[in-house]
């Protein structure tokens, strides 16, 4: 069993920057990749990034490549996202999500966080 919790979304304007957490409880966060998905209100939910079990893979939506980065700290339990050159059509709900898989399939996943806000002004 694994639970997760994000956090660090926010409001912020069209150029800027956020760093999105996902803490995770249980002794096997390690032995999963853990993948990051969104929301936009009316829209259905995307897969955003992904990272393998020891960060060697990395793959990324065509849209957020070279602006967003994943990354993990086995040690700490979390997932990190850092979001940067923010558009308005980022605006969604970020979820993590764990998966035994290195998928960008949100079935694929076993476990998800409650979700955290992010809001790009134009």
């Known amino acids: 069993q694994v639970q997760l919790v994000e956090s660090g979304g926010g409001l912020v304007q069209a150029g800027g920057s956020l760093r999105l957490s996902c803490a995770a409880s249980?002794?096997?966060?390690?032995?999963?990749?853990m993948g990051w998905f969104r929301q936009a209100p009316g829209k259905e939910r995307e897969f955003v990034a992904v990272?393998?079990?020891?960060?060697?893979?990395?793959y990324y939506l065509n849209s957020v490549k070279g602006r967003f980065t994943i990354s993990r700290d086995n040690a700490e339990n979390t997932v990190y996202l850092q979001l940067n050159s923010l558009k308005p059509e980022d605006t969604a709900v970020y979820y993590c999500?764990?998966?035994?898989?290195?998928?960008?399939?949100?079935?694929?996943?076993?476990?998800w966080g409650q979700g955290t806000q992010v809001t790009v002004s134009s």
């Open positions: 999500a764990a998966s035994k898989r290195q998928s960008d399939f949100a079935s694929d996943y076993d476990y």
């Open positions: 990272i393998g079990w020891n960060g060697g893979y990395t």
């Open positions: 249980g002794r096997t966060f390690s032995t999963y990749a």
